[in-house]
C-alpha cells in the first residue's frame, strides 16, 4: 500500500530506494518477530518502540550515523503512512535521530574543474560528451538522472532555457543554460554519426540511454585522473548551489533552479556559501547569466 501510493508520483529510481531500505527494516522485524514478514503484523510488536529500536540495532552494528538518518527517512515515512491509515500505533512520536556526522561538503574550487575539464578529449565523441554532461550538473544545477534522459529539443537555445521533464517526484521545472555549453551540445551532436534513442546522451556501443552505473563509472575514472578524492556527482550540484548564492543569487530563485519544494533543503546551501566566503577560496564561479537582474 505504502508503495503504491508512493508511485503516484515517485520515479522508479526512488521506488528502487524504498524498495531498498524497507528490505533492511523487514530483516530486523523478522529478527525481533521470530517469522517471515509475509506472517507479520503491527499488533505482534504491541507497544515495542519499534522506530527508536532499529535505530539502536543499527547502530549496534556499527553503521554510520549519516547512514542510519538515510535508512531511517524512508522508515520514518512508511511508519507515518501506517499511523495516517490507522494502520498502526505513532513509532515516531519523540524519536530523535543521531546527530549528522558525515564529512563537511567542499565543494569545487576554480583550478579543480580546470583539472577535470583537461580530463575530456575534445576530439572524440566520448570526450564532448563527458564534457557536457559534466558541465550540464555543474553549471546548471542539473542531477544525473535528469542529464541521462535530457532530449536536444528540450534546450531552448534562443532563450538560454532547459526544459526539464518528470524529474524527482515527477516535477517539472526549467533552469537556464550558458551560451558556452550550448555551443558545446551543438558540436557534440555534429559528431555523431548515428541514430540514437531519444535522449541526447547514449552510450556509444548500444546507442541506448545512459545507465545510472555509466555515471558512476565515469566520475570514478575522473576522480582517479585529478586525483580530487571527494568528487562524484552530486557534489556538482551542490557547487552550482554555493557558488550562485556566492554570486548574489536569490534564495527563491535557487529553489525553483534546483527543483526543491522545501526550503530547508535549500537552505543548507546559506551555510556552505558563508563557509566558502569566511574561508576566502576560489570557489567555481558560474556564468553570469544567472546573476542578469531585472529587464
Request: charged share 25%; proline share 3%.
Amino acid at each position: 500500500m505504502f508503495i503504491r501510493n508512493r508511485s503516484v508520483y515517485c520515479s522508479p529510481e526512488t521506488l528502487r530506494s524504498y524498495n531498498g531500505h524497507m528490505k533492511i527494516f523487514f530483516n530486523y522485524l523478522e529478527t525481533v518477530g521470530g517469522k517471515n514478514i509475509s506472517e507479520l503484523s503491527f499488533d505482534d510488536f504491541g507497544d515495542t518502540p519499534l522506530y527508536s529500536d532499529f535505530i539502536i540495532y543499527l547502530r549496534k552494528k556499527a553503521v554510520k550515523n549519516v547512514t542510519i538518518r538515510s535508512y531511517c527517512r524512508i522508515v520514518k515515512a512508511y511508519l507515518r503512512y501506517g499511523y495516517q491509515n490507522d494502520l498502526c500505533q505513532d513509532y515516531l512520536k519523540g524519536v530523535r535521530l543521531p546527530p549528522d556526522d558525515s564529512h563537511p561538503k567542499v565543494v569545487l574550487y576554480a583550478d579543480e574543474v580546470k583539472k577535470i575539464d583537461a580530463c575530456f578529449d575534445m576530439m572524440t565523441e566520448k570526450g564532448r560528451r563527458n564534457y557536457c554532461m559534466f558541465h550540464l550538473m555543474l553549471d546548471c544545477g542539473l542531477r544525473s538522472q535528469e542529464v541521462r534522459h535530457l532530449r536536444y529539443e528540450d534546450i531552448d537555445q534562443e532563450r538560454n532555457i532547459i526544459h526539464i521533464l518528470d524529474s524527482k517526484g515527477c516535477k517539472n521545472r526549467i533552469t537556464l543554460i550558458p551560451d558556452f555549453l550550448i555551443h558545446a551540445i551543438d558540436h557534440y551532436v555534429d559528431l555523431l554519426v548515428r541514430e540514437t534513442s531519444g535522449t541526447l546522451f547514449t552510450s556509444l556501443r548500444s546507442n541506448e540511454p545512459l545507465s545510472k552505473n555509466s555515471i558512476k563509472q565515469l566520475f570514478a575514472r575522473l576522480k582517479k585522473e585529478t586525483g580530487i578524492s571527494r568528487l562524484h556527482a552530486h557534489l556538482l550540484r551542490h557547487t552550482f548551489a554555493t557558488s550562485y548564492l556566492i554570486g548574489g543569487g536569490n534564495l527563491e530563485f535557487l529553489r525553483v533552479f534546483m527543483g526543491h519544494s522545501d526550503y530547508n533543503v535549500t537552505q543548507i546551501y546559506s551555510q556552505l556559501a558563508a563557509q566558502s566566503k569566511m574561508l576566502g577560496v576560489s570557489v567555481y564561479r558560474l556564468d553570469p547569466i544567472f546573476f542578469q537582474k531585472g529587464y
